[in-house]
């Protein structure tokens, strides 16, 4: 049987491998640390992969395991599907071999009637494998898919997404999630921590990163090149769309710190459980008696991303605001539900050209 999830924008999870590591700060309070900790006893599926101390949340140890008796999983799927691949690890993650990647690309090659969602914080490593030609020629002159299935790159039923909580985790992913092969690219906002602007990145060239100028009209500014509009107007950056980024997730931490969470308890509950004394069919109209409600920072960083979305054209999917657990605060915004997901991809998608 496939292995159900409460994940709101897939059906069902594939994890034909365990354990990672850190590679960003949305990964300090990892949901799936918190599960593989549970089963992380002697004799146990996550024995070595994570440790934890009684002050401090569980951490991954780095070691991954490889499960190949799960590759062919989905096979025994017949009806189709949405199958989140690694939801518990990554499959980008460096203990992962270059074969058995392969190994799982086949699986999705056999299965056409599944659509597969890989979402990874390695998206470079993604890149150099799908546009590496001899992993390609090994892929494509594997016996069972010459026999079962015509090899077509990028994978027709393949979506690939990278995870970003910052702005400095968009600026890393999107060249080389722009440059990896797909028909559908996604980015996940999971957790979200801070506003995001979508419509610049930073100049290729680097002048982001020089010292800023020391004396002259554009002291205290970072250099710029004048190329692709890295001008005075916004030094260091270039215009950029959502354009080739066909889908657009976001939600709140769960089970983190305060400070880091979407949401505030609602000060105007308690007065609200007062009046319900007195009258049972009073809910408080500020938290619809959820207890928690957004922050204001917080609802502005996904209000701005909505918006972005929209204007693009982006099917956007909000999947809570989080807080103490993911559906504590729900997930509404602006009194709606976005559910959005990717539809049809235009043909012009599938060229890939540097960025």
Not at 40 to 56: A, D, M
Not at 150 to 169: E, F, K
Not at 249 to 277: F, M, Q, Y
Not at 300 to 321: M, Y
Request: proline share 10%.
């Amino acid at each position: 049987m496939p292995n159900t999830t409460p994940i709101p924008w897939t059906d069902v999870t594939w994890n034909p491998t365990r354990g990672c590591s850190a590679a960003a700060p949305g990964c300090h309070y990892c949901y799936a640390t918190r599960y593989a900790h549970r089963f992380s006893g002697p004799g146990q599926p996550y024995e070595g992969l994570v440790t934890s101390t009684p002050t401090s949340h569980p951490r991954w140890t780095g070691n991954v395991q490889l499960l190949p008796t799960r590759l062919l999983q989905p096979l025994h799927w017949r009806k189709p599907r949405r199958i989140f691949i690694c939801s518990l690890s990554d499959l980008f993650h460096q203990g992962v071999p270059d074969t058995f990647i392969r190994d799982v690309c086949r699986t999705i090659t056999l299965t056409p009637h599944h659509t597969y969602q890989l979402l990874t914080k390695r998206p470079e490593r993604a890149q150099a494998l799908f546009r590496n030609q001899q992993w390609l020629d090994g892929l494509e002159l594997d016996a069972d898919i010459s026999t079962h299935a015509r090899l077509v790159w990028p994978l027709p039923n393949l979506w690939l997404g990278a995870s970003a909580s910052t702005q400095h985790d968009l600026n890393h992913i999107i060249p080389p999630l722009l440059n990896a092969p797909a028909t559908i690219r996604f980015i996940s906002f999971e957790p979200l921590l801070g506003p995001v602007d979508t419509d610049t990145r930073p100049c290729p060239h680097g002048c982001a990163d020089q010292a800023p100028d020391r004396s002259g009209p554009d002291r205290g500014k970072p250099p710029y090149c004048g190329v692709d509009g890295c001008d005075m107007e916004t030094p260091g950056r270039i215009p950029f769309t959502l354009e080739r980024i066909h889908w657009v997730i976001a939600g709140g931490e769960s089970g983190g710190t305060a400070n880091r969470a979407l949401v505030k308890p609602c000060p105007r509950l308690r007065w609200d459980t007062h009046a319900r004394g007195r009258d049972p069919s009073i809910t408080c109209d500020h938290c619809h008696d959820t207890r928690w409600i957004p922050k204001t920072e917080a609802l502005a960083w996904v209000s701005s991303l909505r918006d972005q979305c929209t204007t693009a054209g982006i099917p956007f999917f909000f999947k809570g605001w989080g807080g103490p657990t993911q559906q504590a605060a729900g997930d509404l915004l602006d009194g709606q539900q976005y559910h959005e997901l990717p539809t049809q991809v235009s043909r012009r998608y599938e060229t890939v050209t540097d960025v």
